[in-house]
């Protein structure tokens, strides 16, 4: 570890100094860049008239993105996550479960989706892709994690992405799997 700061370095807590690319910064990164993408999807909706596109993408940008940033960077714990009146354990069903709560299968992701929900689908790729370098960056050496409580919160919001999908296809949308709407 680096005793002062140099261009290479950077604070991680407090006053301790670590390179770059230690697997904290790489998560920091991330976060950002899903800060950003969701900030940049949410100028498309504005412009779009899609209003409540904006909404359901802000309370997810400050109820997750920023609540996982903040919770990484102060060493605090991450709350569980609740969207658009949906508990943390609601949105795991809901993910799990889609015919249940929307009558539809699961969603063969497809260009026929549109494009609102395609680009959330990709903001969930993002998600899952800083939840694998959350597990990188947490990771205890002995199969677990330091901070699960981070890790979950992405996991989840992953869910609740997956789940905003079904909330912006278009009409007629056909494409989905398993027991109802069976491809």
Known sequence: MATGKQEHTTHLLGAEVVGKTHPRIELRGRL????????????????????????????????????A?????????????????????????????PARFYGKGHLDLHADMGLWAAEINLLRT???????????????????VTRPDVVKMLNRLSSALYILIYNYLPEGFTRFYGRIGQR
């Open 69 to 97: 940033m903040m919770a990484e960077v102060t060493d605090a714990p991450c709350g569980e996550l609740a969207l658009w009146g949906l508990t943390e354990e609601e949105i795991h069903q809901r993910s799990h479960t």
């Open 126 to 144: 993002l998600v899952r892709e800083t939840e694998l370098v959350a597990c990188r960056a947490f990771d205890d050496g002995a199969g677990g």
């Open 32 to 67: 950002d860049e899903l800060n950003a993408r969701i900030i940049l999807m949410q100028a498309r909706a504005r412009a779009a008239g899609e209003r409540q596109l904006e909404a359901d993408l802000e309370e997810v940008r400050v109820k997750a993105v920023r609540e």
